[in-house]
């Protein structure tokens, strides 16, 4: 099974991918029934949800990067804590929010990704 230091990996080439809008290529990530849900948002599914969520968060905020402070795993659980900075659209603002991801695995792909964070900073202006 895949050690911490793998799965961090498949995390942050799946990211990259994602950042570049490589949708064709990111079902090898992700299982049939893959979930994403992004703090009080609905729940998405499949990368056609990820998609949906990712062209949404563009309108409000260009993500910027992240400064990452803990790397954990819990069974099949990849936790990443996080500050992520965005710049806003609204008023041409630097945000940073801190932010947790839970990632849930079976074997080297992602079947749940959620993602704790406060983004009612991406709207106010």
């Known amino acids: ?18 950042g570049l809008g490589k949708w064709d290529e990111l079902d090898i990530y992700f299982t049939d029934d893959f979930k994403y849900r992004v ?34 795993e819990q069974e099949n659980a990849l936790v990443v ?18 932010c947790t991801d839970i990632y849930r695995f079976r074997g080297t792909q992602i079947y749940d990704w959620r993602v704790y964070a406060d983004i009612s900073w991406f709207d106010k202006a």
């Not at 609905?42 to 309108?59: D, I």
């Not at 992520?84 to 801190?98: G, M, N, T, V, Y």
Request: glycine content about 4%; aromatic content about 8%; cysteine-free.
């Open 81 to 98: 804590e996080v500050t992520s900075f965005f710049h806003r659209l609204a008023d041409e603002k630097d945000i940073s929010i801190p």
């Open 39 to 72: 703090a009080n948002t609905s729940e998405r599914h499949g990368v056609k949800g990820l998609r949906a969520y990712m062209l949404w968060q563009n309108t409000l905020v260009q993500w910027k990067g992240h400064d990452i402070h803990l790397i954990t």
């Open 1 to 18: 099974m895949s050690t911490k230091t793998e799965r961090f990996n498949i995390v942050k080439k799946m990211e990259n991918d994602v």
